[in-house]
Nanobody, 125 residues
Framework: QVQLVESGGGLVQVGGSLRLSCAASGRTFSSYGMGWFRQAPGKEREFVAAISGSGENRRYADSVKGRFTISRDNAKNTVHLQMNSLKPEDTAVYYC??????????????????WGQGTQVTVSS
């Protein structure tokens, strides 16, 4: 069983930055692929970014490339999402997710077996 707890959400102005964190339980964190997804009101959950177990491989949604950076610290069982140049369309609940089956790097929500409770990000114009 993997438990995930997100933090770092909040209200920020357009062009600002936020850093989301996700703390994971478990002794084999480096064997989990980790992802960030988001869901805006009235919309489906969408992929934001993913990182492999070692952190060597990363994948981003086109809408966030060049603005968001996913990283992980396997010694601290945490994954981060640094969000810069935020736009109103980035407003959503952001979810951290863990994937324990190969391949570890995925942009498909259905392939992740564990989810956090979500953290709200609101970008005001």
């Amino acid at each position: 069983q993997v438990q995930l707890v997100e933090s770092g959400g909040g209200l920020v102005q357009v062009g600002g930055s936020l850093r989301l964190s996700c703390a994971a339980s478990g002794r084999t964190f480096s064997s989990y692929g980790m992802g960030w997804f988001r869901q805006a009101p009235g919309k489906e959950r969408e992929f934001v970014a993913a990182i492999s177990g070692s952190g060597e491989n990363r994948r981003y949604a086109d809408s966030v490339k060049g603005r968001f950076t996913i990283s992980r610290d396997n010694a601290k069982n945490t994954v981060h999402l640094q969000m810069n140049s935020l736009k109103p369309e980035d407003t959503a609940v952001y979810y951290c997710a863990a994937k324990v089956t190969w391949p570890l790097l995925s942009s498909f929500a259905g392939e992740y077996g564990y989810w956090g409770q979500g953290t709200q990000v609101t970008v005001s114009s």
